[in-house]
């Protein structure tokens, strides 16, 4: 056992303090305190796979937005004689061109911005449509969800390719009906998981807390039940943006996508899938092009996700 | 005495998040005596938890062990492969968990979920691990067991989950039971029947129990040892008559003397005041010494080591060194031992 | 003073009803509790007094019975104005610290919801001063404030559950165990926390506690609650001094003590009765009992 | 619950009717003939014919026609396949869509939960990201362009199964794994995300100290409270897998339904697309209440939410 | 079966792909490729196509007699004829057809091959009986059809051999059933029809009929069809030997450019571009001049299609019509009409702009939605913009059907479109111009064309005063320059290179079995 050495000080160290005169110094410093935003940010720092997506994902974006500016080539010039030149064997078409002798590069940098752009609308449309109804369906329940859940029934009967042939005679090709057929279709899934997701959150007790302090539905809906169904929200953008690119594909297919001779990834797969067995890059090409940007989404998703659930924040 | 089933030594633990690391528990040594109970009382947030998941190895992710070793039959736990430890929990090491509300798996039933653990450790069929099972929830309390078996949890109280975990955590007989604050959630009536439960255990089986709770009442009833935590250390331990009725560190004093009692009245109700230090840069001292009436100047400076009061009784406190001014800290708490004492000699004669 | 703040009336809450699985778990209880008292709720665990403490609240639909609360009946608030008027007026501490916290929520947020929905202050300033405030109050550090639930021991989100309740300035509190997960040295603290709001904001509380000795310490009354009924009822030093339910006898008898010698001697008694299905009769001014 | 099974089952006969009016209308919006030889008849050979199938009465006449002959049983006949009734060919083309379906959904959903978990468990690592990457390759180009990679390469080059064709287990294989891409990607997404966040719960703690190995832990307790938002998905999927399947079909040769009801809509076959888009919404239906009922299994506690509590 | 080691296979049975599924057995409803292809091998009509699509006797005894003013013509049928099921087929049977085609109970889309007969018009009302039609049984082996009006000679031949008789017994037993499924009809054909259970089926077989009359000449005893809807997989198929003939698109043309076992032919399909005729740009004769000298036919078709078809050079296709005289094609009588000039379309085009007063136009151009014809859309979009400075041409492509009501709604400005013929006869070419024609969608009128058709068609000309009013007529069409023709469709197959005897005609598009051949 020990003992204390300094025995010149001894006497003074055994003497009582007045605790007023320390509490004020009390524990030292105070350690940092860091807010949501700067612990989900350092959170994320440390997934290497969610920040390799997240930088490969601002490359596309800023790639895609100088494309605005510059291309190698306009995408929709045709040079016949040139077509189906495989990639790497033209120097002024590295990537090939298809079968209008069309350059490849500038076309996916074209149907890359496009897609791009809708995929973000139709994140908007799930976020606006799906997420609130969902919300509602789930937390008000009983009869109110009843009756928006046999809504939602009703509109995903209805055939998509009905919708879209009506769609077909009513607009012209471009945008407005591939926004249209967006929003017409892609929120119900969103809806349907948010409303799960909701109905298990609302037996939680921090829900009967919210409402023993007076909460309003509404309040209680958006400040607890949302940031709780925030996995599950992540998690359907990721499937959204595919869809969305590929419903455009079809869309394109029927003739009421994006404007000819105009691409998108979408339309690039179709002319790709064509001439898969005598051209495979140009089936090859958007594929990769989409693969890699679906995969960055989805790691990024995922980093996200745990990055702002507070549960897990903290590990690693 | 035969060699103890669990040591721990110089057991640190700490925690690494966003704002720095929090040492939530330094340097703690404890003895598990066989066949005995050991109370862990304290601060809430001073470790309890920390220091049995450590010995259960179940601690959280971003949880480190930074020093110590935790000795059960010869071989350190914290070295021991996954595998190994499987085998080991819930069998030889149980633990009833702090928090009744959220410890079943909310979509099973409790009846599986008892039985799953016999299945998992014992060779037994499905028919005898039933019956066990209704043995078992009987056996803590569960009226109606026959039916309550096929219900989910949600079904429950809170005391009647908590039931259920501690049927889980006997059912195998375990050589070591961590009872972390068993009886929160539970009614007095309960209680006792846990705490006897508990007893039984004890002496049947020669079951080694380290036993959580911040009801010093229950303390006072079920243990032999008792070690107090404060701010990730063991600031007090002793047998349950050395801690109650001579406390030597302020905190344990402060402890008791905040404990109210059906005799009392409005207004006896003593508290500690102040908070407990930030574990993320902890006191160099005695970490108690901001909230105690009689620190020292050494308290803030240097940490005391434990001093011996008798064999079974030792406290880390400046006070005790020989330097150190008397202090006498008990004088309520003698008056209370005297209440009691006459109320024992009143059921001695009762007996008669 | 014997102004009745909330008076229930023949209370009966069943779960799952018409199911095979119907839970009685408020069958037929009545009581009032005055402004400004401590009015102790004790019982076997599942004995209902969660139950009765959400309806009084209005947070469960109880099955039948009324809630009077300051002279209205809250069963029957549907507006929204006066459900938040109702709810301002309010307050409860839950009993389980870990499921009653948003995980997604900072304590600070947690504890300024109630202020912001009760629009008490606007500036951010004065939220956080008054949640650093609150939380000192509890008991905890206020350098905190910005951390998640997940990042507490249970009797530190026990207490950011009272700072919550407390945070909105209510006149009537439900507090339901809320010491449980607490050491004891802080239940000293908020025992005395709660008596000095009671004193300075003339707070009524509901404290539904089983731990008796704090309950009698804090209470004006109490009332036992065993299965879904009020089995006695009267002021603290009558039910604990002279208890005459033999299920109060028990449970008082059960209360552990503070002295391992006299823990060892001490004797208990065990009830396992049904009670008999008997209205609450008064056997001395203000003590009532369920016996036949 | 049964009282509850009935009265959905009633919503769904409503949801039927007003499916199938709408589509009614919504079908005579879009223009042109279902005959197919416009360009070649005269116009009063076209009329003559319109006048045999009753096409020349005014819309709601047909309406009513048609839901009488609903009513009775009678979906009519094909205008496409003349001579065919609506319920034989949906009757001989449903049973390869579901099979395959089923096929794919019960592979997808296998697959997506085995690395959703990986991805749980090894949240962080590079585990997870690759099980998340090979979860994502599946749905990162559409499922036609899989089917034809899968026929080209493992079909085609490799020889290891049929190219095309219809006869027994192995000719399925290929459009089994086709179609399960985007039942596994989604699958695995979400298992993963509410995994993640049940392995964190006390319950999984107390599971590892009853001293159950990792997978007992992660199948007997986290696996069930985690699968609730999948489940949401699978009802729908499942829908989509059984009529979406077209071009994979066509791709396989796979006589399904899919590829029918793209033709149907390209030739305005006004009767077979009434008849898919009711059996559709009679899938969607049923496998909807079906998964209401499941959540209720799954997690008890939803179902208690019904009433009372709230 | 599995692996692809029978990839040489040159015997046994034989495996094919059909893009479609066929609809019916019934000849009477058949409007689509894959129900004819079902019919070519399993019914006979009186003349048929021979192995190199020339049409010759089939049931017929001998050449039919026609009468003077050409509106009667008899057959005789050959001696012995059976149904597969062994009844004798007989005049009854040609005259159950016919009626049952002009019936209205039968809704048929087919029924312009039996407009032509006598009394068509009010049986197909439902004003006069079936039995008014112009066609009788002449006893039990002759048969006598009686036209309307005199018809060039050719183009009655063409229709006799697709003209299939029906087995009346079995016809009065299925009503309207008959041929819904393999079961439901009989045959009298080189093939039986099996194992075809209707709309839905995407397999079944055409076994050797042993009742047919040249059953010696047929060669393979079984062919069994694969419905196979996906191109890729055709090829896939094909290559790895599970099939020996398939037809394959342009892609694969493409790619395969010196394949011996592919094999392109042209069909009597022609694709046009239509101008409006209502709409202010596209009525303007300087603008129809422009685009008509615009674009370069050959390279559209060598360049962007390469799948084997021929820039058109005027407004009916190659191959079609032959000079009565000396057998020379129509249209390289004609001469090279449609041809690029980039000068005259530039100097078009400005009067173009002077004549509207406007420098910047937009314009419209529709088309299918398939594949090739949405390249072939952005190759004329790009090749219009890249000529005419200030012109701004969108493209809409729509499923077919939408784009035929459109056509029919007249809503266009440019119309990609095609016409396909059944008949060897220039006029059906050039009668998509005339007024009034159903097709003609550019709704102009043109007096001159008007007469010159009217002229040729009304039954008094000779075979060659025919032929050089038609002729003059091809010319007016070309000055008007009401439309743009582009390019002649071809068709692409595979066959096996073990497999001989399969030719596919203009006419005759699909495949016919009974001349296949396993190489010795
Ligand atoms: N996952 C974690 N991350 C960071 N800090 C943690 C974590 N878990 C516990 N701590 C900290 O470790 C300290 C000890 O916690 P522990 O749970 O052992 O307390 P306790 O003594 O059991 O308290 P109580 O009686 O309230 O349960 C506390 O300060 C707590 O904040
Ligand atoms: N949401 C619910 N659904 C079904 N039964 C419930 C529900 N909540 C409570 N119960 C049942 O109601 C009865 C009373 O429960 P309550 O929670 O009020 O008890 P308590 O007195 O608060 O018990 P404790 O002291 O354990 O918290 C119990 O039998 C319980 O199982
Ligand atoms: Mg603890
Ligand atoms: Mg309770």
Redesign the interface.
Known sequence: ????KKSTS????????N?DE??AA???????????H??AW??LK??H?AMVSLIFLLFIAVVSVASLFWMPHDP???N??L??LKPFTNGSYPLGTD??GRDMLSRLLYGTRISLMIALFATLVDILIGVPYGLVSGWC??RVD?IL??II??V????E???I??L??IL??GMVSIILAIALSSW??MA??V???A??I?????V?????????PM?IAF??IL??T???I??RT??TI?AAI?LE?LLS???IGV???NASLGTL???????????QYQ?WEP?LV??L???AF??LG?GL??A????????? | MAEDVLTIKNLSVDFKTLEGTVHAIRNVTLKLHPGEVLALVGESGSGKSVTTKTVMQLLPKNAEVVSGSVEYEGRDLLKLPEKELQKLRGNDLAEIFQDPMTALDPTMRVGKQIMEHLLQHQDINKEDAKKKALAIMEKVGIVNAKERFKNFPYQFSGGMRQRIVIAMALICNPKILIADEPTTALDVTIQSQILKLIKQLKDELGTAVIFITHDLGVVAGVADRVAVMYAGRILEFGSVNDIFYYPQHPYTVGLLKSTPTMEMDGGDLESIPGTPPNLINPPAGDPFAYRNRYALKIDFKKLPPFFKVSDTHYAATWLLDKQAPKVHLTDKLDQRRQHYAKLVEKEAHQDD | MTENLVEVHHLKKYFHQGRPDEVHAIDDVSFNIQRGEVFGLVGESGSGKTTTGRCILNLYQPTSGDIIYDGEDVTKLKEHQKLKEFHQKTSMIFQDPYSSLDPRMSVRDIIAEGLKIHQKTTNREEFDEKVAETMKLVGLTPDLMNRYPYEFSGGQRQRIGIARSLAVEPEFVVADEPLSALDVSIQAQIVQLMEHLKEVRNLTYLFIAHDISMVKYISDRIGVMYHGKLLELGTADEIVNHPLHPYTQSLLSAVPVPDPTYERVRKQFTYDEEPANVPLREVKPGHYVALA | MRKYIIKRLLMMVLTLFIVATLTFFLMKMIPGSPLGNTMKLSKAQQLAVEKQYGLNKPVWQQYLSYMTGVLHGNFGMSYQYNSTTVASLIGHRVGPSILISFQALVLGVIVGILLGCVGALKKGTWADATSSTLAVIGISFPSFILAILLQYYLGFKLGWFPVASWDGFPSTILPTIALSAVPMAQVSRFVRTEMVEVLNSDYILLAKAKGLSVPQVVFHHALKNSIIPALTLIGPLAVTLITGSMVVENIFSVPGIGELFINSVLANDYPVIMGLTMFYCLLLCGILLLTDVVYGLVDPRILSKEKGEH | ACGNNDKNKASGDLNVTLKANPVTLDPAKTIETPSSSMQTQSFEGLLKYDKNNKVVLGEAASQPKVTNDGKTWTFTLKKGLKWSNGDPVTAQDYVASMRHWADPKTKSQAADRVADLENYEQVSKGQAPTSALGVKALGKDKVQFTFSKKLPTVNVRNNFASLKPVNHRVLSKEGSKYGSTSDKAVYNGPYKVVNWTGGSDDNWSYVKNNQYYGKKNVHMNKVNVQVTKDNNTAQNLFKSGKVQETSVTADYVKGNKNNKELHTSLMATQYYLYFNGKNDLTKNENFRQAVNYAFDNNQLAKKVLQDGSVGATGWVPKGDMKNPKNGQDFAEEAGHLQKQNKKKAQDYWKATQKDLGKKNMTLNLLADNTDDQKQVAEYLQSTLQKQFKGLKVEVTTLPHAQHVSRDFAGKFELNLTDWNSDVPDASDFLSLLKTGNKVNFTNNTDQKLDDLLNQANDGTKSASERYKLLQEANKQVHTNADGVPLYTAAQAHLVSKHVTGLNYGPFNTVAQYQYAQWKK
């Open positions: 056992m020990e003992t204390p001894k006497n003074e160290e055994f003497q009582f303090v605790l320390v509490t009390q524990s030292g410093v105070a350690p940092k305190s860091l807010s949501f700067e612990k350092h959170q440390h997934n796979a929709n010039a045709q016949v004689s077509s189906n079968g209008l329940g009983d009843n859940q046999r029934e009703i995903s009967s209805i055939p390719l009905v919708l042939m009506l077909l005679i012209k090709p119900v899934l349907r998981l409303r799960a997701s109905m298990q609302k037996s939680a007790d921090f009967l807390a919210a409402q023993a302090m007076g909460e309003s309040q400040r607890h940031p709780n925030m996995g599950v992540i998690t990721m499937f595919p590929f594909a297919f029927i003739g404007k000819a001779p797969l179709n002319t790709g899938e064509k001439g898969f067995q005598f051209y089936l594929v989409l693969s940007m679906m995969i989805n790691l995922d996700r745990d702002f659930d507070p549960n897990t924040r903290g590990e690693k």
